[in-house]
T-cell receptor, first 111, second 112 residues
Framework: GIQVEQSPPDLILQEGANSTLRCNFS?????LQWFHQNPWGQLINLFY???GTKQNGRLSATTVATERYSLLYISSSQTTDSGVYFC?????????????FGQGTRLTINP | DGGITQSPKYLFRKEGQNVTLSCEQN?????MYWYRQDPGQGLRLIYY???????QKGDIAEGYSVSREKKESFPLTVTSAQKNPTAFYLC???????????FGQGTRLTVV
């Protein structure tokens, strides 16, 4: 099945710093999403981005489907940005599409 | 309020007992999913359903069962055959397979 690899696994930064999170995937995908898991465990949708670039405030994402990677940028980090960031991809398997998750990047923003 | 509701938030089960986790959505989504998350890990797919009255096994379906009798509801039963049921369970839905998925707040199941 499709493999999703995220890097780095852990990232510790000071408030105000910028960060780049990477997601590599092993096969063609139809869709890609970025999520933020908050300290209570809930997954918050950040981007639905099968290709191209999107921006939402301090966050932006770029997916280059032909090269099988996506990047999530966080600028001017705040302590509330802390948590785990997941990349998930959809791959057509046997007529259905399954959302496959990477292992996540744990981001810690220190004040 | 539109969204996905999972209940209960916390659940304790004795070994050997079956337990059912509830997932309800009022988003009129066709596709629904159940994932399991262990501490420090990513999410693994248990079961998914593309449409009412149909569902397929995910990567770790052994010891679990589901039903999809209504579009809004996709309950997950953790059976006594599941050897390590203690985990965080997340339900999701999307308007159709492969489109943007939205998650509920999760159920933390602990076997005591």
């Amino acid at each position: 099945g499709i493999q999703v690899e995220q890097s780095p696994p852990d990232l510790i930064l000071q408030e105000g710093a910028n960060s780049t999170l990477r997601c590599n995937f092993s096969d063609s995908v139809n869709n890609l999403q970025w999520f933020h898991q908050n300290p209570w465990g809930q997954l918050i949708n950040l981007f639905y981005i099968p290709s191209g670039t999107k921006q939402n405030g301090r966050l932006s994402a770029t997916t280059v489907a032909t090269e099988r990677y996506s990047l999530l940028y966080i600028s001017s980090s705040q302590t509330t940005d802390s948590g785990v960031y997941f990349c998930a991809v959809s791959s057509l398997i046997q007529g259905a599409q399954k959302l496959v998750f990477g292992q996540g990047t744990r981001l810690t923003i220190n004040p | 309020d539109g969204g996905i509701t999972q209940s209960p938030k916390y659940l304790f089960r004795k070994e050997g007992q079956n337990v059912t986790l509830s997932c309800e959505q009022n988003l009129n989504h066709d596709a629904m999913y159940w994932y399991r998350q262990d501490p420090g890990q990513g999410l693994r797919l248990i079961y998914y359903s593309q449409i009412v009255n149909d569902f397929q096994k995910g990567d770790i379906a052994e010891g679990y069962s589901v039903s999809r009798e209504k579009k809004e509801s996709f309950p997950l039963t953790v059976t006594s055959a599941q050897k390590n049921p203690t985990a965080f369970y997340l339900c999701a839905s999307s308007i159709s397979s492969g489109k943007s998925a939205f998650f509920g707040q999760g159920t933390r199941l602990t076997v005591v």
